[in-house]
């Protein structure tokens, strides 16, 4: 067996992990190698977050979807970025938007002209300088690459859209490619004795699936990676805290908004995210601060129209496995761990780490040293994901409720703090290379939630009085310019992708 191909796959699981990981595969993959997917219709999928990142375009497009027709077949809209209502104080908000505010100039990124403007006496706001905040909150979208002939890029966009309809949509791509997905719930998984690898699973109709690598789409369950082989997980809720969510949809309410809302609650949070034909909801919140009953009634008494059904109660620990790539076994999605879907990073990780196995892909001796690069990289990616979560909570001024002086008073980890100290003093960012979030991203959340730093850099001061002022006004002309030859969201869906399952 020893560097011999791999020659079958075995996916245990649908929804959006397993059909990522089909359709992704069957493109990518010699079609020699057989790929079959598990799945029993009697199992739900968790389907916490309808809401992406710009990212999940490039997925997209490797596999050659049409985005239109996309779009039409997920009830999608489209999102230029995530509010955030009441987490740095009570009546704040601001929006993490998927662009960079103002222009980026000689090397120097906006943020330092912007503070030295404000050490002269300029009241403007950091988002005064956004084009994808002034679109946002025009309600408007269209599909914009670049503004004029300016060195300002146009809207960096992802989308809101229903999981379950976009894991079927994948599902006929992956179908129409070879993969075979199989009916049954698994209720055996048998190892090689030997070598203690997965060699089989066993379905509850009698019929056994044999194959070379397994990848685990089991859910917060982890069949394969943590009850079968036996792989811990590392618990970060010292750190996030939230640990259960109730989430429902309710009738869709207008304006059709081409943002998420996250806004802060006593002991959590709760998300809005527009789709075409409904709304989806959620509370995250923390057990230990909160009841249930509470939790329920704050969820409820917040939605902007009827409810769809009941909300639905989710429990979960947030954090990782300690190995996300064990023998021939791969865990993608909840299988592989838990951050909360407050920057809608989920799928995210289910792309990126797809795009590592494909890059680090084995033979059948399973090579120590790409499995161990694998899990070096795929840990290396939730730690800096977690990290910028844990920003949200930590940098607030709330005392209101024991949640948020709990927050505002835990210690974090020293990558994090040493970030935070790093921006204090005059606004510098240390960018980590394999880090998801962009430095204008840290900025918007530091800046929007208080974090405000004491100087600049020094390269800021190249321009005179003049220039800064001149620069400053040219940006918002080409902001002002580029967002009044927009249409409004909800008419660019009409005439270009509106779904027909209203």
């Known amino acids: 067996m020893q560097h011999e191909p791999i020659r079958s796959i075995v996916i245990v699981g649908g929804g959006t992990a397993g059909?990522?990981?089909?359709?992704?595969?069957?493109?990518?993959?010699?079609?020699?190698?057989?790929?079959t997917l598990v799945e029993s219709e009697a199992i739900g999928t968790v389907g916490v977050g309808e809401a992406t990142i710009p990212?999940?375009?490039?997925?997209?497009?490797?596999?050659?979807?049409?985005e239109d027709a996309f779009i039409r077949a997920t009830q999608a809209s489209f999102k230029l970025g995530i509010e955030f209502v009441n987490w740095g104080q009570i009546g704040d908000h601001y929006l993490h938007t998927f662009g960079d505010p103002?222009?980026?100039?000689?090397?120097?990124?906006f943020h330092h002209y912007w503070l030295r403007a404000r050490a002269e006496g300029?009241?403007?706001?950091?988002?005064?300088?956004?084009?994808?905040?002034?679109?946002?909150?025009a309600n408007k979208f269209g599909r914009l690459d670049r503004v004029g002939n300016s060195s300002m890029t146009g809207l960096a966009y992802a989308f809101h859209f229903d999981a379950g309809l976009y894991a079927a949509f994948l599902r006929r791509v992956a179908e129409a490619a070879g993969v075979t997905r199989v009916e049954g719930k698994i209720e055996r998984v048998i190892l090689d004795s030997e070598a203690g690898l997965i060699g089989s699973v066993a379905l509850d109709r009698g019929e056994v699936i044999e194959g070379d690598l397994f990848i685990d789409c089991s859910g917060f369950r982890g069949m394969l990676i943590g009850e079968a082989l036996g792989v811990g997980y590392r618990d970060w809720s010292k750190w996030l805290p939230c640990n259960r969510a109730l989430a429902v949809a309710c009738e869709r309410a207008d304006p059709l908004l081409p943002y998420t809302r996250a806004t802060a609650r006593d002991a959590g949070w709760q998300w809005r995210i527009p789709l075409q034909h409904r709304t989806g909801n959620g509370h995250v919140f923390c057990d230990s601060f909160i009841a249930e009953d509470d939790a329920h009634r704050t969820l409820v008494e917040n939605l902007d129209g009827a409810m769809l059904g009941e909300p639905r109660p989710l429990r979960f620990t947030t954090g990782c496995r300690e190995k996300f790539w064990y023998k021939n076994c791969i865990s993608l999605g909840l299988a592989s761990g838990f951050l909360e879907p407050l920057e809608s990073t989920s799928i995210h990780l289910i792309q990126s780490?797809?795009?590592?196995l494909i890059e680090l892909f084995p033979t059948r001796a399973f090579e120590p040293a790409a499995i161990a690069e694998y899990n070096r990289r795929v840990g290396h990616e939730f730690e800096l994901i977690r990290d910028f979560l844990i920003l949200h909570y930590h940098q607030t001024s709330r005392g209101d409720s024991e949640f948020w002086r709990y927050c505002a008073n835990m210690e974090i980890p020293d990558s994090l703090a040493a970030k935070m100290e790093l921006f204090r003093g005059n606004g510098l960012l240390?960018?980590?290379?394999?880090d998801l979030f962009r430095e204008s991203s840290w900025v918007q959340v530091m800046v929007g939630q208080g974090l405000q730093p004491a100087g600049y850099h020094a390269m800021a001061d190249r321009l005179s009085t003049e220039q800064l002022a001149g620069f400053l006004k040219d940006v918002r002309s080409l902001i002002d310019r580029a967002e009044a030859s927009l249409p409004g969201h909800a008419e660019f869906i009409e005439a270009h992708c509106r779904s027909d399952r209203q």
Do not use: M
């Open 102 to 109: 103002g222009i980026n100039l000689a090397n120097l990124h």
């Open 430 to 434: 240390h960018k980590d290379a394999e």
């Open 353 to 356: 780490n797809i795009s590592r």
């Open 55 to 66: 990212q999940i375009r490039r997925l997209n497009a490797s596999l050659g979807l049409d």
């Open 122 to 137: 300029s009241t403007a706001s950091l988002w005064d300088f956004s084009l994808h905040h002034k679109v946002a909150y």
């Open 19 to 35: 059909w990522i990981a089909a359709s992704a595969l069957s493109k990518f993959l010699p079609k020699s190698i057989r790929i």
